[in-house]
């Protein structure tokens, strides 16, 4: 009977920490946030999200040493626990949280590709 009071308190534990991490993921703690992407050897990421939806893009890919980068002034939008980058009205970008390690965050992207982002700065 014990056993199943711990297992149940694991659980409970283990729901709350997800909700907890989920919630600081929104709208407002993303505006100020600059982020970018780490151990990927051939794609190039950086985002700086600012406020009134607007994001510093960095995209590229490493090429035979070379960095190949863009650097437009997109727009962004914070959907259903999803951040979204649209470019020409549509959705170039979509990072969904899935956990903070430290100074880095755990992103799925739109391709369904999980990615390691460095925080370099993000509003207190």
Do not use: N, Y
Request: with cysteine.
């Amino acid at each position: 009977m014990r056993a199943r009071w711990i297992f149940f308190a694991l659980l409970v534990d283990c729901a709350t920490t997800s909700r907890v991490a989920q919630s600081g993921w929104t709208e407002r703690t993303v505006s100020g946030l600059t982020i970018k992407l780490v151990d990927d050897p051939t794609k190039v990421e950086w985002l700086s999200f600012g406020p009134g939806g607007k994001v510093s893009v960095t995209w590229g890919t490493v090429w035979k040493g070379t960095r190949v980068t863009t650097t437009p002034w997109l727009d962004w939008r914070f959907t259903d626990g999803r951040v979204q980058i649209l470019e020409d009205g549509r959705v170039a970008e979509e990072l969904t949280f899935i956990r903070r390690e430290g100074s880095h965050l755990i992103l799925r992207m739109k391709g369904g590709k999980i990615g390691r982002f460095l925080i370099q700065r993000e509003r207190v």
